[in-house]
């Protein structure tokens, strides 16, 4: 047991951290943990940033608009969800008014329970209302309910959306304590009646008869609807309302279909304002990287190739790829090499939405939130992508040898790394120069016919003969010879065969 | 030799080390050159640190210098980058002198600050054993960053600077001048930790085997 190997370490830190995980290990199969992510605002966020000025939603509820949801400055105004679009105009001079768009709602709840995949790979989408998370089987690995759901929390923050969560073990009740803003932390059946009893009836799935109904009995909360005797309130509200109270309260299985995590990785994410600035353009697409870091963790993989597009507006797009030298998952660290190559593409026009295409995944074994955070330094594969990122994929590459017997094609340039070894082993010092130029430089010659560089060459040792390549229609007929210049510095030059018989140089050592 | 001076060290409490001495450097990487190892500090090129190679002569570009410590750091893993060279780096005589080319990473970036940049990254990446580069200009702040850069991310940096470079300060650890010479190199330590300036040295034109 670990445990036991920690305990017995005399670490003092260590033996605090064991001991005050231990309570919380201590109910971790008995209940079903459900998460209920509620986004009040989420018609709003999608539509349009916050700007201070009046704005609201509406939409079409039994043949009339309505006001759905307004902002603060609309509120300070009188507008409240339920008026006219006429009568909030009225109220609020200023007021623009948006029709919903659920569409775009849908994209972000999905974009939400892929990001969700960090934690768990049970997601439910409650539409319209938000996630639900099945959080018991991961409390283990992120050391118990109170430090998963405050990771969790932390996480959620970073996508942008105004949130309220509450943990339950059942799904409904998780769901009616998100939605009534209170941030309750219920992990076990027994407490859960108690920490329901204050919820108002507004939010129980009740038709209007059945709530005036109940208020007429003096019912006001949760609370006081559950104390009445079960039999008479069945006969009273019917039988629906009843059996959702059973599964409230865990009495009655409450299936829910799970979030089907897609086999490839496809978000758009349409900008509710048309962005210009790299800066807004990456804070964007972090939140596409947190959805793709949930999306690979469920999938347990990580990927090489992250395709990007970004929508200019009529129909006109702009793409590019990142590529990776590994397979990674970490957001932060794509952030970061998404930045430096944002750097380098030039805008057409103003982006309206981003896109994010991951095609390929690679296996990548999970990185559970480890007892020692800091982890020892290692050798950094990401090197040749953050270089490449910055100063563009032909600026960075590797090398290789190519068998051909003419120097200037017994080389090219590789992916980062490709290069290995071509041939079994190595030759034995093989008398080539460390450099090339990249073309031969034509040498003047003296009057004596010697090649001069700074002063006559001195020709030193061997001749060496390459002729070749008559096949390919480049053909190379060469004389090369090490030569001195007046320095000291060894060049490497030769002399064309046929024609003129004129000198280059092509080498140094 | 070493154990007799440990041995006179302990018996003789008169006879103390030069504080320059008093802690024994880093091991170095070798250079594949005995002669230059005994008078390196650490017996080899300074593995997290920055090492200046003056150079002149149009042509002594000294990549050869190198290769014997660059084929045995490729074997360990960890990139070697060479940033913005002069001329083609040539693989196959890289190769021949056993240098592993899929540890090698060539990157040229267009514009000098780029290259700054690019050379910073790489030392203080972790994941690169040596960084070679060729520097225009050099200020001894930058060459401070750089040095700083190299002994975070436990990698050595060769800057190729001219001649010229030798009257300015410098934060380097170890700094030599080297001019072709006979058959092979002559090499004056300008700078070493711990060790006097030196001059003279003559190393072959190829590494002993």
Redesign the interface.
Known sequence: MPGNILYSANIPGLRMEYSTLKPDFSDRVKYPGWLAIHLPRLPLEVLAQEDGLPLAVAERQGGRRRILLCNAAAAAAGVAPGQAPAAARALSGGLRILARNPRRERMALEELALWAGRFTSRVVLEWPHGLLLELAGSYRLFGGPGRLTDALERDLQRTGHLCHTALAPTPAAAMLLARAGRRERVTDLPGLPRALAPTALGLLPLSGEQRQDLQDLGIRTLGELLALPAAGLARRLGPEPAAWLERLLGRQPDPRPPFPFPDRFHQRLELPAEVSSRQALSFAAHRLLLALAGFLTARQAGCRRLCWSLGLGEGREQGFVLGLQLPERDPERLLELLRQRLERVRLAAPVREIGLRVEELEPLAGRPAGLFPETP????????E??QA??GEG???????VPDHR?ER????TE??????T?AG?????G???????APRPLPVDGRGRPCL?GPLSLEGERERIETGWWDGRPVARDYFVAR?A?????WIYRELGGGGRWYLH??? | MSANLERLLQHHPELRRGPGMAAAPEKGIPTGFPVLDRQLPGGGWPGRAITELLVGGGGAHALGLLLPALARLSREGRWIVLVAPPWLPYAPALQAAGVDLARLLLVEPAAEPDRLWALEQALRSGGCSAVLAWPRRLRPSALRRLQLAAEAGAAGGFLFRPFAAAAEHSPAALRLRLAPAGDGWEIDLLKRRGGWPLSGIRLPLRPAE
């Open positions: 330094a290692r050798p950094d594969p990401g090197l040749p953050r270089l910055r100063l600026a960075v590459c590797g090398l290789e040898v120097p017994a080389w090219r340039r980062p790394g490709a290069g290995g070894c041939e190595h030759r034995p010092w093989c080539r120069p460390p450099w090339l130029l990249p700074d210049t320095s000291g510095a060894r060049a080498g140094w050592y």
